[in-house]
């Protein structure tokens, strides 16, 4: 059995946006929408630069929900182009433009052209988390253990840090 949550999202074409498809899923399984580059000619981006990528669209994501800005795997795979910042986040009460950030991680220069996708956007729900301080948390196995902590046999802090 299948169930979906739909989301309606309205979706603004700007004036950087004029020629480009309206974003859409590619297929019925599509989890997301391509995002492509509204650049107005090529833009080349070094090994090793980051660049922020127009869009050309606005959304109006609906309350509840958030956009999901993702890397796309074919850039990631065969040019090492990644997004710093992914998911990058599009409120609900956001109303400009979407930017992607690209960073080329390969060791040739990208060559963005208008129209190349560059990143795909999902819209997902979200839940809302009420924060309550307290004088101290309740224990765990875990505890303050992070960076790579699970999985690992325990160490006595004096080995993990080098020293005898």
Do not use: C
């Amino acid at each position: 059995m299948t169930t979906s949550l739909a989301a309606r999202v309205r979706v603004l074409r700007l004036p950087g946006g004029e020629g480009l498809a309206v974003p859409r899923p590619a297929t019925p399984g599509s989890a997301g929408v391509d995002l492509a580059a509204a650049v107005e000619g090529d833009v080349i981006v070094a090994p090793g630069e980051r660049v922020l990528v127009p869009t050309g669209f606005a959304f109006a994501i609906p309350e509840g929900f958030e956009g999901q800005v993702r890397p796309r795997s074919g850039l990631a795979l065969n040019h090492g182009t990644i997004l710093p910042n992914a998911p990058g986040t599009i409120d609900s009460d956001y109303r400009g433009e979407v930017k992607v950030i690209l960073m080329n991680l390969g060791r040739e220069p990208l060559v963005v052209k208008r129209g190349d996708r560059v990143a795909q956007m999902v819209v997902a729900p979200l839940s809302r988390a009420v924060f309550e301080e307290v004088e101290e948390l309740d224990s765990t196995d875990r505890g303050a253990g992070g960076f790579g902590h699970t999985g690992r046999a325990a160490v006595a802090p004096s080995k993990r840090s080098g020293s005898s």
